[in-house]
């Protein structure tokens, strides 16, 4: 592996007229995380493992034509909404705005054009530190949103193998706004294996439920007696049949004010992979990658099936906007919006 600490740049092809490249950012320990500013994702990152063999812990593509084909998200940035908005309808001081419904009848990260499908522009700061600023213009009125929204995402390896991603943002209109990340992770480094056998604990005593279109029902529930608990580190496959769909539900973390707290460890005994979620957020949305079927292959052609990775995308609670229980997502103009989340990955031997 190439262990210049730093970050570098290559050309990676062209989509809406504007050049995409590929940053890979290295640590001094020789970890490489890869970045593309389509869609600010994270298309690899890749580390050894207990036996010290390298592989790649989330799912991502080689070349950008797979991230053309509309994988659903892999590593990228979700925004102006991360997941779902009722109807794609919710009101601001009395005025009704309606989104684009692209998930249903319902609004589903971002619309049509998320953010997961633009393309950024990136900054490299300094080429021997592996950091990269991201910032993108989202326009008054894209996918029925009000106001231009600047977005910026400067995401950060750190010689603790820790991948950190800060997120700020600005208005000229009252605006939901609800960014996250989206990856997938599978810490075996292997798509062939479901995340089935990993074990997960999520620092949260409750979580809402939801409808069958996944709206949640308003109810903020005890996990207390139920699959949804993994307050004790427990196998993701253990009671996932019991389940409807697998998991895709967000969790309500245990905090009281918007500091950087760990919301959930994830770990794989085949590996000696652990991996850390710390937020400022209040919520995590644990995704079983249950749409998945097969269809989408990797690059290098195999099919990656039901369970092959899971998500822990940070965030504010789903359809918050209808909700006046749930924490507000309103961002005012004059306000800075401003979140972090860190993913820690480490070995145990
Ligand atoms: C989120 C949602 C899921 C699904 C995935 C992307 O995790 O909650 O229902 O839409 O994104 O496929």
């Given at each position: 592996m190439e262990t210049k600490t730093g970050i570098a740049k290559a050309a990676w092809g062209n989509t809406d007229g504007k050049e995409v490249f590929l940053y890979t950012l290295t640590n001094a320990k020789g970890v490489q995380v890869k970045i593309t500013n389509y869609g600010g994702t994270v298309t690899s990152w890749v580390s050894s493992d207990k036996n010290?063999?390298?592989?790649?812990?989330?799912?991502?593509?080689?070349s950008l034509s797979g991230y053309l084909a509309k994988p659903p998200y892999f590593g990228a940035i979700v925004g102006r909404y991360g997941n779902r908005i009722a109807k794609g309808k919710f009101k601001i001081d009395g005025a009704q705005y309606t989104l684009a419904t692209n998930n249903g009848v319902n609004h589903l990260h971002g619309g049509n054009k998320g953010f997961d499908k633009q393309v950024w522009d990136a900054t490299i700061a300094n080429d021997s530190i592996a950091s990269l600023q991201l910032s993108y213009v989202s326009k008054d009125g894209e996918e029925g949103y009000p106001g231009n929204l600047k977005v910026s995402v400067r995401y950060t390896l750190t010689d603790d193998n820790e991948l950190k991603i800060e997120y700020t943002a600005e208005t000229d209109k009252a605006t939901p706004l609800n960014l996250t990340n989206h990856s997938y992770?599978?810490?075996?480094?292997?798509?062939?294996?479901?995340?089935?056998?990993?074990?997960?604990?999520?620092?949260?005593?409750?979580?809402?439920?939801?409808?069958?279109?996944?709206?949640?029902?308003?109810?903020?529930?005890?996990?207390?007696?139920?699959?949804?608990?993994?307050?004790?580190?427990?196998?993701?496959?253990?009671?996932?049949?019991?389940?409807?769909?697998?998991?895709?539900?967000?969790?309500?973390?245990?905090?009281?004010?918007?500091?950087?707290?760990?919301?959930a460890t994830l770990t794989d005994d085949r590996s000696g992979r652990t991996l850390e979620v710390f937020t400022t957020q209040p919520g995590m949305q644990f995704y079983t990658g249950n749409f998945l079927d097969g269809t989408i292959k990797t690059s290098q052609g195999a099919g990656i099936q039901k369970h092959a990775a899971l998500c822990m995308e940070t965030q504010h609670f789903p359809d918050s906007p209808n909700e006046p229980k749930f924490p507000t997502t309103i961002l005012l103009p004059g306000q800075k919006y401003h979140s972090i989340t860190v993913y820690k990955l480490s070995i145990t031997k």
């Open positions: 010290n063999k390298v592989s790649n812990v989330v799912l991502g593509f080689d992770f599978n810490l075996s480094g292997d798509v062939a294996n479901t995340i089935l056998d990993e074990s997960l604990l999520i620092d949260a005593d409750n979580f809402t439920p939801v409808d069958s279109s996944l709206i949640p029902t308003g109810e903020i529930k005890t996990v207390k007696g139920s699959p949804f608990d993994f307050t004790k580190a427990t196998k993701i496959g253990a009671r996932i049949d019991s389940v409807k769909g697998g998991y895709d539900h967000n969790y309500v973390l245990n905090k009281k004010d918007t500091s950087l707290t760990k919301a």
